[in-house]
């Protein structure tokens, strides 16, 4: 299936991960980014309450305002999170997972756990690696 089919084939449809082209491809880059990891797993932990953006920025440690917002812009506008606004000055922005974004959490909680259990060995993979290099 072509990049194209995928796109008006509508749901349901897995498309071709080797396409660069391809929705789910791109799907993937934008999910697969440590902030969006943690966005969600923040979300997902207060859910089903809302999330003020400088709370979000506080329980993300290191990232950016510019980085949290244009995360929160990607996940808002893919349907996996709401955005609402309070219009006082200066305005209140608040966050949630939508239902979307909660199955999102699922797969990642997977991948966290994946990683939590096998970073020892990674470690070990690494260092076994970095020193085999250091013997050319």
Known sequence: MTAQ????????????????????????????TKWTSM??????DAAPDEV????????????????????LRGLTRDGLVTRRVEPTVPP???YRLTG???SLEVALAGLRTWAEEHMNEIDRANEAADQEVGER
């Open 5 to 32: 089919e995928a796109r008006t084939a509508g749901r349901g449809v897995r498309g071709d991960l080797f396409d660069p082209q391809c929705p789910t491809r791109q799907l993937l880059d934008r999910i697969g």
């Open 39 to 44: 966005a969600v797993k923040t979300l997902a």
């Open 52 to 71: 003020r953006f400088a709370e979000l920025k506080r329980r993300m440690p290191g990232v950016s305002q510019k980085m949290l917002s244009v995360t």
């Open 92 to 94: 209140r922005v608040f």
């Open 100 to 102: 979307l974004g909660l």
